[in-house]
């Protein structure tokens, strides 16, 4: 069995070749999952991963039920200037800690995914405040408030989180992820795109 440094290094060794490959702008990753699963925990330590050191770049806990309230992006920029100089050389991914989803897969959440996705909403804004709007209200309110325009930025990557202390696999708010990154062609994600291969049964059997 391999070691917890050697499994550390090695994973060091396969995000650096990775950013060898990019040459060009920070690719946007947007981390996605049901509340309280640990996705800021995963943003933190995938960070740890390329600069070796930790930091809380994302506070866990950050609100009631150690649930993250508002978007909150980490610029590769800011991380990076943590790294040794030997990686500074190298593009690493922006990274936006998405607020948690029920599990849910209706307009709403769609709409909200969709508008996080585009980077739609400030990241000084609650978003439980947006989704309790767009219930009462509908979605075009929400939509006209907060337009697309040429400066909203792009989600190019999505990763989703689940915890496998439930049993039971979110898979409404997987399909509503899936829904939305179907329709932006520019989005992949890694849970959403695997889900399309396999039934239910068989990716429940892969959940880790």
Known sequence: MMAEDDRREELHRKIIEQAKKNKKSPLTIAVIGPPGVGKSSFINTIITCITGEYRQWVKTGLGEGAITLRAIWVLQKRYMEFADENLQQYVFPDILDVVGFEDSDDDVTRKATELLFYVRIPSDILVHEVLKKMRTSGTW??????????????????????????????????????????????????VAQNYLQYSEAEFLKRKV
């Open 141 to 190: 309110p929400v939509e006209k408030m907060y337009p697309l325009t040429a400066e909203c930025k792009k989600i190019d990557r999505v990763i989703f989180v689940a915890s496998a202390a439930n049993s039971n696999l979110p898979l409404g708010l997987c399909n509503a992820v899936r829904t939305v990154i179907s329709k932006k062609k520019r989005v992949r994600g890694s």
